[in-house]
């Protein structure tokens, strides 16, 4: 049955010529973060959403199968949804707020751990924070759930995931406070993002977006966006670049990868 689903879309997904991979671990059996390790030739990273142990996952990137286990030392994981590389270390963010009741939003610095011989890894730097709206905003609106983060330009963005309607308010860390810059909307709500510090993709529940913003500009939407459609990829919660690829993970366990020349 996994192979026949597998098949099925592969074959939805072929006008994008996107390869399908299943994860061979049940451990990460509810994928969120994603990140292609700069480091370790053939390592990708990821880590479950809720639910698990503060831990990341090593895994082959030709095989996908599960290279080690590394618990992140003194962290909580209440709601990991996204992770980036920012100047040179691994940031997780814990910052997942389905009812926008949380006061205790994460971001936990890491340096990227050996993954064939490390089973730990410490802390960094832990940084707490809160949006800067969010105070004056009425609470039944629901539109501070987070579940992506990039660095571009060596400042970190968060893009939050609207429960009102398909928007998404960019922000940018200031220390503790997640300082707002702009509103845009989009197909679907945003589930993740990355950028190599040339290029953004940016991951809703059925598309996936590319931008080059420009560096003199900082980070804006005012920038032709191309885009591909996933609506067959299932719960597709985590994205991240890998030169001219982009891989695209499920929490059903399938790694979607394509070329940016895809992009139309």
């Keep these: 049955m996994r192979i026949i689903s597998l098949l099925l879309i592969a074959i939805a ?3 994008a010529e996107i390869k399908v991979q299943k994860i061979k671990t049940k451990k990460l059996d509810e994928a969120s973060g994603l990140l292609v390790s700069k480091k370790y030739p053939d390592v990708i990273w990821s880590h479950n959403d809720s639910g ?19 618990k992140v030392k003194k962290a909580n994981h209440i709601d990991w949804e996204d992770m980036t590389y920012h100047r040179g270390n691994i940031v997780i963010g814990d910052f997942g707020n389905n009812k926008n009741k949380r006061d205790d939003l994460t971001l936990y610095t890491i340096e990227e751990p050996n993954p064939y011989k490390d089973k730990k890894v410490k802390i960094i730097a832990k940084q707490k924070f809160i949006f800067s709206d969010q105070k004056k905003s009425r609470l039944k609106r629901k539109n501070f759930d987070c579940e992506a983060m990039f660095s571009f330009n060596n400042e970190l963005f968060l893009l939050t995931k609207h429960r009102a309607d398909s928007n998404t308010t960019l922000y940018q860390l200031k220390g503790d406070l997640a300082q707002k810059l702009l509103q845009y909307s989009l197909d679907d709500r945003v589930t993740s993002a990355d ?15 590319l931008l080059e913003p420009r560096v003199e500009d900082a980070i804006i939407f005012d920038v032709p966006m191309k885009r591909i459609e996933l609506d067959d990829a299932g719960q597709i919660e985590g994205v991240a670049l890998d030169g001219e690829r982009v891989h695209v993970v499920s929490e059903e366990g399938n790694l ?4 940016v020349k895809d992009f139309k």
């Design 195 to 209: 950028s190599d510090g040339k290029k953004l993709v940016i991951l809703t529940r059925r598309s996936l977006y």
């Design 13 to 15: 997904l072929l006008y």
């Design 52 to 70: 698990d142990k503060p831990r990341l996952y090593a895994l082959d990137a030709k095989t996908l199968k599960l290279i080690k286990k590394i």
């Design 256 to 259: 979607y990868t394509l070329h």
